[in-house]
């Protein structure tokens, strides 16, 4: 049977676990913005040091295209050409979220087609970074570069 004393005790306790529960939630609300930053930045630059390299290495991103990438539908040449154009031009846009949704889901289409084109030869590890970084350009594609983007910053200059 629950007397009045405890009822009260109870009630201020589920209380307390709500008003907890709200002070929770607004953290992890503030910290959105500084976790989407974080996560745009990091594929963003994965992918820019790659295409770097290929640029550096032309002569041997070519040879890989010609004989370990084989990308469906695409002359390796024009499939070298595109996949490191894409590398280096989308990262700077997933980065600054300009255009965040354009520059994350041309990543991701780039990511699944560097992991479908070599998976063969592919160890585990190197599998599961592909798809870290698959989900972390999804989250950006679904929710947006979120509040610290040019693009949010844009939303609010046209609102004000």
Same mark, same amino acid.
């Given at each position: ?22 002070g ?27 295409g ?6 032309? %002569?041997?991103? !070519?040879? &890989? ?6 990308? +469906? =539908?695409?002359?390796? *040449? /024009?499939? $070298? #050409? ?8 989308? %990262?700077?846009? !997933?980065? &600054? ?6 520059? +994350? =889901?041309?990543?991701? *289409? /780039?990511? $699944? #087609? ?16 592909h ?5 972390? =350009? ?23």
């Amino acid at each position: 049977m629950t007397t009045p004393a405890s009822a009260v005790a109870a009630a201020r306790g589920l209380d307390a676990a709500r008003r907890a529960w709200r002070g929770l939630e607004r953290i992890l609300e503030w910290l959105q913005a500084p976790a989407l930053l974080a996560a745009r930045a990091y594929v963003a630059w994965v992918f820019f040091l790659s295409g770097l390299q290929s640029l550096r290495a032309w %002569p041997a991103t !070519l040879w &890989l295209y010609q004989n370990c990438f084989h990308v +469906a =539908l695409l002359p390796p *040449v /024009v499939a $070298a #050409v595109i996949g490191t154009a894409g590398e280096v031009l989308l %990262p700077p846009l !997933l980065a &600054l979220g300009l255009f965040g949704r354009f520059g +994350a =889901l041309g990543l991701l *289409v /780039v990511n $699944a #087609v560097a992991l479908l084109s070599y998976l063969h030869a592919l160890q585990p590890a190197a599998i599961m970074f592909h798809f870290i970084w698959g989900i972390l =350009l999804l989250l950006v594609a679904l929710w947006g570069p979120g509040a610290w983007s040019v693009d949010a910053w844009r939303a609010r200059r046209r609102r004000a």
